[in-house]
């Protein structure tokens, strides 16, 4: 097809061994058509054997298409014109629908902005609506591993294309092992020197929102489409899947469907991390839009509608939950400490009620050997770890509950605020919770991140959602630390932004964490009646 300004965009197209017409389902994606993002979803032909046109197409710049890729910037004008050119295919009935994950899932929230009146429905998973906030930065932090993983792997294939043979081998190498060392541990030489026209670079000098990421940011406002919203619990952009569900069902006239499973972001199974959940773990989604695009491309009833709109895994009980509403019932656990909760694992706990006495507990950020990324939404690999190593760590505070006297169930946000101040202008926070089972492993379910400037009390930190059962006769444990690295930045504590902090410039910082008293440090925990 033909762009508005000329363009070519190339795309693959499967059809349905059947005559008649048919609606058609269009991926556009970065990443070479032939993946067809298969790493996640069925092979497209799967879907044009249940009566679909399937289209697969090379975004501008991308695969054999022509033009120059710029991240996301042609993705609106080129997606309303992609939707256009697809409904007008030969055997199309002249609707739309649009999905993928990622990359292939924000092509669909750019292309539904324009509003093309063929587009009917889109699915997007694990996305963000506000690029700076639920993706590239996650509480002022800089997203390191996963930002610089992911330049890293569009900077080979722009070097591939152009059939740069010295810049495409080192890109490769760099993306089997990331340089996180270099005397800018956020601009890395190799990115400096063989990638400068690289978005990369914007996205460290914009550090602080601001019209650039409004203006490179989907313009979502007004948009009204049914919508299927898929997440994982460990993928690094769940915050932006249920902002944008959130949104939607605040607003929409049409239906908003939410599913959540215990995935990274990819690949999408019944095992990630160290833990396996089960037969019921196991991929859906195929199944599920399948149903989802019959009922709004073809007038199909298949009941999908009839069922509650959110359907959350709950780890833990390993089974699904499906609820009518985005839960939203939390209850306060207040930290408490003898002061010792850097070095002994029964000195700091978690409890029900606040203590009248106010206590202080100190630990020392080395950035020589920051506390590392284990597991999480933001590191690679993600998902649940065996953590009790980590949290034995003097520069890791923990505080852990009472055993559970009863299975304690929880779905939805979870909010942590912490009364902490440094010794240095700024300093990070990063908070895990995890479930502590009785024989004393230690298995993360939840964790955030936020970047402070000192003099801001309460700190609190958003952490990832989650809907967990923590087992009867386990405890619940909440772990502070001043760095995870590399899933971010370490924080310098200088105030120099993280395209600029340099390695030799980094502090040693002491931090003081209080709770009880006038300081009631807390989580506030989504329970379920």
Known sequence: MLTKDGVRLDADIYRPDAEGEFPVLLMRQPYGRAIASTVVYSHPAWYAKHGYIVVIQDVRGRGTSEGEFNLFVSETQDGFDSVNW???????????????????????????????SALITICPAMVGGNLYADWAYEG???????????????????????????????????????PLYDSLPARPEIIKNLATDLYYHDWLDNYRPNDYWENLSPNIKDLDLPMLHIGGWFDTYLRGTIHLYKEMASRSSCPQHLIIGPWAHLPWGRKVGALDYGFAASNPVDELQIRWFDRFLK????????????????????????????????????????????????AG????????????????????????????????????????????????????????????????????????????????????????????????????????????????????????????GNALRLSLSAACFPAYDVNPGTGAPPGEARTIDAKIITLTVSCGGNCPSQILLPILN
């Not at 739309?96 to 899932?105: E, H, K, L, P």
């Not at 833990?316 to 306060?332: A, E």
């Open 299 to 346: 007038g199909v009833d298949t009941g999908i509608l009839d069922e509650r709109p959110i359907s959350l895994f709950e780890m833990g009980r390993n089974d699904w939950r499906k609820f009518d509403k985005w839960p939203n019932n939390h209850k306060s656990y207040f930290l408490a400490s003898n002061g010792l909760a850097a070095m002994r694992e029964d």
């Open 140 to 178: 002022g932090a800089f997203c390191l591993q996963s930002n610089l993983g992911w330049a890293i792997q569009l900077a080979a294939e722009t070097a591939r294309l152009k059939g740069d043979i010295s810049a495409y081998p080192a890109f490769y190498a760099a993306s089997r092992n990331l």
């Open 349 to 472: 706990i978690l409890t029900e009620s606040c203590s009248d006495v106010c206590t202080e507990d100190l630990f020392v950020h080395d950035p020589w050997r920051p506390v590392p990324s284990f597991g999480g939404h933001a590191a690679f690999p993600a998902g649940s770890m065996e953590r009790s190593t980590i949290d034995c760590r003097t520069d890791v505070l923990t505080y852990t509950s009472a055993p559970l006297t009863a299975d304690l169930h929880l779905a939805g946000d979870i909010i942590v605020e912490v009364f902490c101040t440094a010794d240095a202008p700024s300093f990070d926070l990063c908070a895990i919770l995890s479930e502590v089972k009785d024989s004393g492993s230690v298995y993360n379910f939840s964790q955030g991140y936020v970047r402070v400037n000192s003099g801001e009390t309460p700190v609190r930190i958003v952490l990832q959602a989650t809907c967990m059962q923590i087992a009867k």
């Open 86 to 116: 697809a409904a007008n295919l030969p055997g199309s009935n002249g609707k739309v629908g649009m999905y993928g994950f990622s990359y292939q899932g924000m092509t669909q929230l750019y292309a539904a902005a324009a509003k093309p």
